[in-house]
């Protein structure tokens, strides 16, 4: 069956996501659309001249401003936004972020009302939150990019100290997209299937998870911008695997209604994606630790989710 993906904003992590996305064959069409006049296109033929090269089978089209392009779009992609600067914290870009997502989506909507979302705007949680509230659509089909990126982040930095093959490695983050909101799962997380509290001391994976929150704002430190790779790739696989309805456990921002303890509110957690968006939370067990931060993260997201209520988003 034919598949159809659309991103929307195609700047550093939306163009990304849309290579990826048609490396991988992950759908025989691939919409690209931005408010810049002519990007989407000149993006869409560069990448379309790479086909035969790749052995790419997917067809891109770029579009300026015009939605009707992403008709019937089975998933849509929700990158558009301001990214953050040296210095600057994701929830620094609300009162901007807020009103673009919030046309994103509802002009995504008319054209293409059963489709599923996967949010990547910062503040990731709220505005996961907002497209939420405002789309009207069922939970399972709005989502947020998260833990997705947090989680390989986490895998790095594991490998790094241990000196392994991230490959090898599972690990898990929940709770907020934030620098202070990230909930590692160190308890969880092993390697080769042996817990890395066997390998690392408690000083090594306390300075893994510190590297795991910041990872953003390190990279943003280094590049003077957001990171692209990474966390268009993994917007990229998150779309590949609800519409191969693939099933994979990946944790993402998700609205609950009483998992984790939780309700009114879009955080991390992990959960089943599969055709028709994600389909079941997963909910681990956690320590008493971890419990503690998870609580403290979803407290520190609501207050961020405040700001909706007091810009009158919502």
Request: some cysteine.
């Amino acid at each position: 069956m034919s598949k159809k993906i659309s991103v929307i904003g195609v700047g550093n992590v939306g163009a990304t996501c849309v290579n990826v996305l048609a490396a991988r064959n992950v759908a025989s069409e691939v919409v690209l659309l931005d408010i810049k006049e002519g990007i989407s296109e000149g993006k869409a033929m560069d990448m379309m001249q790479t086909v035969t090269l790749l052995g790419i089978h997917t067809r891109l089209k770029g579009a300026t401003k015009d939605y009707a392009a992403t008709a019937d779009s089975d998933v849509v992609i929700v990158t558009s936004g301001i990214p953050r600067k040296p210095g600057m914290t994701r929830e620094e870009l609300i009162n901007v972020n807020a009103g673009i997502v919030q046309s994103v989506v509802e002009n995504t909507l008319k054209y293409a009302p059963e489709t599923i979302l996967i949010i990547v705007s910062n503040p990731l949680d709220t505005m996961c939150y907002l497209a939420t509230k405002i789309s009207g659509l069922p939970r399972n089909k709005v989502l947020g990019l998260g833990g997705a990126l947090d989680s390989v982040r986490f895998k790095y930095y594991l490998s790094e100290a241990m000196h392994a093959n991230p490959n090898d490695i599972e690990a898990t983050v929940i709770g907020g997209h934030g620098d202070t909101t990230m909930v590692p799962l160190v308890s969880l997380a092993t390697c080769k299937g042996v817990p890395v509290t066997n390998i690392l001391s408690q000083e090594k994976l306390e300075e893994v998870a510190a590297a795991t929150k910041v990872g953003g704002a390190t990279l943003t430190g280094l590049l003077g911008t957001s990171a692209w790779y990474a966390p268009g790739a993994a917007a990229a696989l998150m779309a590949e695997a609800i519409v191969k309805d693939q099933k994979p456990i990946i944790p993402c921002s998700v609205w609950l209604e009483g998992e984790y303890g939780q309700r009114d509110l879009a955080i991390g957690v992990p959960v089943v994606l599969g055709q028709g968006g994600w389909e079941k939370v997963v909910e681990f067990l956690l320590t008493d630790a971890e419990k503690e931060a998870f609580i403290a993260s979803a407290d520190a997201t609501r207050k961020v989710n405040q700001l909706l209520i007091d810009i009158g988003m919502i």
